[in-house]
């Protein structure tokens, strides 16, 4: 449902540069949400897991990526903050798979 009103609002009430990213982010949110139910209904534990890890970036995208705003004095450029946004929006969907990577590591050693 979030990413729902995810979609709605980035678009049209962040600026123009970007509002395909939003677009991408709320779709994406929803996308990683609706896998990892489909994968948890099944009884796959294990991808499960990584999907709604890959939800919860998303998530946190959303919700974090707003933050600096509340910071007096800080203000973000267009260019900036559409960097930013791709880069956790790239951080969402691989970030999952390194930190179950590295965990798999640790374990071996």
Excluded at 21 to 48: C, D, K, M, P, Y
Excluded at 60 to 65: M, R
Aim: with cysteine; charged share 15%; aromatic share 12%.
């Amino acid at each position: 449902v979030a990413s729902l009103f995810a979609g709605y609002i980035g678009p049209r009430f962040e600026p123009r540069s970007i509002q395909i990213e939003q677009s991408f982010q709320a779709g994406l949110w929803l996308l990683t949400t609706a896998v990892a139910l489909t994968f948890i209904l099944r009884r796959n534990i294990q991808a499960h897991k990584i999907w709604m890890m890959r939800s919860y970036g998303f998530c946190l995208v959303f919700v974090l990526s707003r933050v600096p705003d509340a910071v007096p004095g800080f203000h973000w450029t267009d260019q900036m903050l559409a960097d930013v946004l791709w880069g956790l929006i790239i951080l969402a969907l691989v970030g999952p798979d390194l930190i179950l990577a590295a965990r798999t590591l640790a374990r071996r050693r």
